[in-house]
């Protein structure tokens, strides 16, 4: 199993760009869920996914945030346009059954992101 | 607030040594989880004790629940230098949002 696969794992933009951060879960999972984790704020929910259906995204900071899950192998998580306030580490999990089984979640090693 | 607040924010100790993190939430909760992160790299699921449970333990870890105090401990016996992490516990309520979320963490430093 190659667990939760990031992409990139590092990202360098300039303010105003437009940022796409992308998760592929561990196959099987039924629950994915996009964090962020700085040094000021430390690791905070943004949005999570059931069944590829959002169901909490009151984590979300600001309209600039948009996450999508197309299907159940793939996430993703958008900024635009992006500020240098939103440079932190984002981080994808997936989890089977969270919510009847409360099982773990599994982290990816997470996106740097640096706005510039 | 739903997420645990762990303590010390830092720990510093000799290889050998037991490190004890302690871990405060203010919910009812169905159970409560630990994580640990190493340097630039994500989370990892490290035990989970039941609310039903008392204590639990997993290798060098221990576990310890009083749901009456709502307070949690981790244990690390015979601590080495690989397990310098930052370690996180994470209370998931028995009803509601269901989603995990952290406090700051504990820094653990093995000092080899």
């Known amino acids: 199993d190659a667990g939760v696969i990031q992409s990139p794992r590092h990202e360098v933009t300039e303010m105003g760009q437009e940022v796409t951060l992308r998760c592929k879960p561990i196959?099987?999972?039924?629950?994915l869920f996009w964090y962020r984790q700085t040094m000021m704020r430390g690791l905070e929910l943004l949005i999570y996914?059931?069944?590829?259906?959002?169901?909490?995204d009151s984590g979300m900071p600001e309209d600039r945030f948009s996450a999508k899950m197309p299907n159940a192998s793939f996430s993703t998580l958008k900024i635009q346009p992006s500020e240098p306030r939103d440079s932190a580490v984002y981080f994808c999990?997936?989890?089977?059954?969270?919510?009847?089984?409360?099982?773990?979640?599994?982290f990816g090693n997470g996106t740097r992101l640096t706005v510039t | 607030s739903q997420q645990g607040e762990e303590d010390p924010q830092a720990l510093s100790i000799q290889e050998g040594e037991n490190a004890t993190m302690n871990c405060s939430y203010k919910?009812?909760?169905?159970?409560l989880q630990w994580y640990r992160q190493n340097s630039g790299r994500g989370l990892v699921h490290l035990i989970l004790?039941?609310?039903?449970?008392r204590e639990k333990h997993s290798g060098r870890l221990r576990v310890t629940l009083d749901t009456s105090k709502k307070s949690s401990s981790l244990l690390i016996t015979a601590s080495r230098a690989a397990d310098t992490a930052s370690y996180f516990c994470?209370?998931?309520?028995?009803?509601?949002?269901?989603?995990?979320?952290f406090g700051s963490g504990t820094r653990l430093q093995v000092q080899p």
């Open positions: 999990a997936s989890s089977l059954a969270f919510g009847q089984r409360n099982s773990p979640l599994h």
């Open positions: 196959s099987g999972h039924d629950y």
């Open positions: 996914f059931n069944n590829n259906v959002p169901i909490d």
């Open positions: 919910t009812s909760i169905n159970n």
């Open positions: 004790i039941r609310s039903n449970e």
């Open positions: 994470a209370p998931v309520l028995d009803t509601g949002r269901r989603a995990l979320t």
